[in-house]
């Protein structure tokens, strides 16, 4: 029987790595660790989101590594949102940052659609 629910998956992406988290619908958040930063291991991870269920998102937080992980993956034909880092909800008192409490917290984000997207330049208008 096949699965009609959705993914959501929300990535950490430093310039040496990438952290990800998961959700199938309103299931329980998933930590899957670090995956890498090469295209296979995007290519990888996005096979085992699809195996999960019939729609997958992606969402990552702007950051200085730029917008190729979002060009990649729309490439591919995935939804993929990157918000801004000073839109996303944080509850007072919450000091402790890690990757990977960043990103279920962006998976939850994801899922309650309760994040600001920035605008992604098309490569012809980046600066030389």
């Given at each position: 029987m096949p699965n009609h629910s959705t993914v959501f998956v929300a990535l950490d992406v430093h310039q040496k790595s990438i952290v990800a988290a998961y959700a199938v619908g309103i299931g329980e958040v998933q930590d899957l660790g670090c995956i890498g930063?090469?295209?296979?291991?995007?290519?990888?991870?996005?096979?085992?989101?699809?195996?999960?269920?019939s729609a997958v998102r992606f969402v990552y937080e702007a950051g200085p590594c730029g917008y190729a992980v979002y060009r990649y993956l729309t490439a591919k034909g995935f939804d993929c949102t990157v918000c801004a880092p000073s839109k996303v909800a944080r509850q007072p008192g919450d000091r402790a940052k890690?990757?990977?409490r960043d990103a279920r917290k962006l998976v939850r984000a994801l899922r309650m659609n309760d994040l600001s997207a920035v605008h992604v330049p098309d490569t012809c208008h980046l600066s030389p």
């Open positions: 930063t090469r295209q296979c291991d995007l290519d990888r991870l996005c096979e085992r989101m699809q195996s999960k269920g890690t990757d990977q």
